[in-house]
């Protein structure tokens, strides 16, 4: 009986182990999760463009309006899922309403084409710092006529 319970128990563990879905990094991937809303900049591969595509998303979801805290880094692993959803897995840094303004400009992030991987969509993570700081922003372009 006790073989049989252990037969069992060593089963489950690895089935389980096999259960769960591998996460895997931007440089084991073939193609790079892409942003629907923006056009690849055909110079770059994949992976650059990824990236810079995720730092203009950030950047553009960012409402530093009511941050009243000093310049601070804060740092976010997310997974790009195989179905494109991006889900934050956790995020340190020592301003709490620094991580809560990233959090929020991650969550306006729409679904990405996920990562690729031998012709397979997989689940890709991926950890970036985010700097957060006052910033007033001057346009000198003129175009406003004023």
Known sequence: MKKVFLCITVFLC??????????YLLKEVDVAPKFKAYKNIDSL?????????????????LDISSYAGKKTKVFVEFVVEKTGVVKVLQIKGKSDQAKAIVIQAFEKIKKLEPAILKN????MKFII???????????KTNKHGW
Do not use: C, G, H
């Open 14 to 23: 690895v089935w389980n182990m096999q259960s769960q879905e591998k996460f």
């Open 129 to 139: 710092p985010v700097t957060i700081n006052e910033v007033i922003i001057i346009d």
């Open 120 to 123: 397979k969509k997989v689940n």
């Open 45 to 61: 591969d994949s992976k650059k463009n990824f990236t810079l595509y995720l730092r203009r998303s950030i950047a553009i979801n």
